[in-house]
């Protein structure tokens, strides 16, 4: 059974510049989140989807990132204008439904803003 | 969420046991207690999760206290390959609120 996969691995970009970051969950999986990682810290929650529907987005800085998860399959999550502080490892991790016990993370996209 | 406090690092020699604490006193009736470790450069993976029993698997034990404010995470003989940032996390047996607040887990060194 393939794993998560996420596009690209690393990425640099300069401040202002736009970047978008591609997971594809494992087959069968509804549940999809997206998580940020600061070097030194635990991963934190961005956004949750439920199929297709964003479900919670709460801690998501709605004014410059956007994310969709089109036919509750793949999903992108982007950022724009990207900021310096937006310099960290952005993950994805798929779950077959809300309340299964085991969520399985992708390798994660890393990301440096200059 | 109710959250856990755990040590930021720990070291171990190779082939000997691990006993990873975690404190979680605010832990609510429908907490579960999950451990996932994160390896240098790739996502978190899933150890163990556990309620009110202690559990084993192919990974580790997980003993949980009776009052389960705390719990230990144990490596029965750890490795190089164990050496990874643990995290304990509780999650709402419901699977709503914050699905997994990861605190900053324990490094942990396992020494040759």
């Known amino acids: 059974e393939a794993g998560v996969v996420q596009s690209p691995r690393y990425k640099i970009i300069e401040k202002k510049q736009p970047v978008a970051f591609w997971c594809n969950p494992i087959?069968?999986?509804?549940?999809l989140y997206w998580y940020r990682q600061n070097l030194g810290q635990g991963p934190e929650l961005l956004i949750r989807?439920?199929?297709?529907?964003?479900?919670?987005d709460s801690q998501l800085p709605k004014d410059r990132f956007s994310a969709e998860r089109l036919k509750g399959v793949d999903s992108t999550l982007k950022i724009q204008p990207a900021e310096l502080g937006d310099s960290a490892v952005y993950l994805c991790a798929s779950s077959p439904k809300r309340t299964s016990y085991e969520q399985y993370f992708g390798p994660g996209t890393r990301l440096t803003v200059t | 969420d109710a959250k856990t406090t755990q040590p930021n690092s720990m070291e171990s020699n190779e082939e000997e046991p691990v006993h990873l604490p975690c404190n979680h006193s605010?832990?609510?009736?429908?907490?579960?207690i999950h451990w996932y470790r994160q390896l240098p450069s790739q996502g978190p993976e899933y150890v163990i999760h556990g309620l009110t029993s202690n559990v084993n698997n192919r990974m580790a034990s997980l003993a949980i206290a009776e009052d389960r404010k705390s719990s230990t995470l144990i490596l029965h003989r750890a490795t190089l390959r164990d050496a990874a940032v643990y995290y304990c996390i509780l999650r709402d047996r419901w699977g709503t609120g914050n699905q997994f607040y990861f605190g900053t887990g324990t490094s942990l060194t396992v020494i040759p």
């Open positions: 087959s069968g999986h509804n549940t």
């Open positions: 989807y439920e199929n297709e529907e964003a479900v919670d």
């Open positions: 605010t832990i609510s009736g429908t907490d579960y």
